[in-house]
């Protein structure tokens, strides 16, 4: 009897299996895709999708806020400080209960004052400080002084009015020289808008002369 020898079964190469299976993963990642099943990255890229990406429209609500941590104003606030950079000034503003001629200027040697009957800081009205100017070489008491540069700033000029732990900012609209002695040399304490005025002697021209500074508020920081 004649045997016939068996041969060993042929394998297909490595390379045909590797073949298949690539295609077979991806008509399962196709499938898959088509079921909504895939994310819009396979390769650990996590960037949004190109559709997004492409987009030419984006609303106004999908911003983040872009006003920092600026907290609201804060309305009936007293006046505790007022800053000038341009003009190097940093001072204390005092609030006294009196409209006393007498009793305002004895605690003007102490710092500018804010007029009691004038708005606080936050509320509609306009805030009026005042403060001394001395042109005289040397003054012992620095605060005759307190205002010698107001007359010096230009429209569009930066004030901070700080109290409550808040910083009230004004943008210089003008500075005008009056005199007490004009009829029509008045200060506006209406509740129309926020404002903030400055008040100062203008010690070059008269003892009358004054230097009138009017400021619009431009936001709370």
């Known amino acids: 009897m004649n045997s016939t020898a068996r041969t060993p079964e042929q394998k297909p190469p490595f390379s045909v299996f590797l073949a298949a299976t690539v295609v077979i993963f991806f008509l399962s990642l196709s499938a898959a895709d088509s079921v ?83 708005a606080r800081l936050g509320e509609d009205g306009n805030v009026l400080i005042f403060g001394h100017s001395s042109r005289l070489p040397v003054v012992r008491n620095q605060m005759y002084k307190a205002f010698n540069k107001i007359s010096e700033l230009k429209e569009g000029d930066t004030i901070s009015v700080s109290g409550g732990g808040h910083a009230y900012l004004y943008r210089v609209v003008s500075v005008e020289q009056k005199d007490i002695k004009d009829p029509t040399a008045v200060i506006d304490l209406g509740k129309e808008g926020k404002r903030l005025t400055l008040v100062t002697c203008d010690t070059l021209t008269g003892e009358t002369a004054r230097f009138v500074l009017t400021a619009t508020y431009v936001g709370t920081i």
């Open 36 to 118: 909504g099943f895939v994310p819009d990255y396979i390769d650990g890229d996590s960037s949004a999708s190109e559709s997004v990406a492409n987009s030419e429209d984006v609303a106004l609500s999908s911003l983040p806020q872009l006003n920092g941590d600026t907290p609201p104003a804060v309305s009936g606030v007293a006046p505790e400080r007022i800053e000038i950079p341009v003009i190097d000034m940093d001072l204390p503003v005092q609030n006294i209960e009196s409209t006393d001629i007498q009793v305002l200027y004895e605690n003007l040697k102490n710092g500018p004052i804010r007029y009691v009957d004038s």
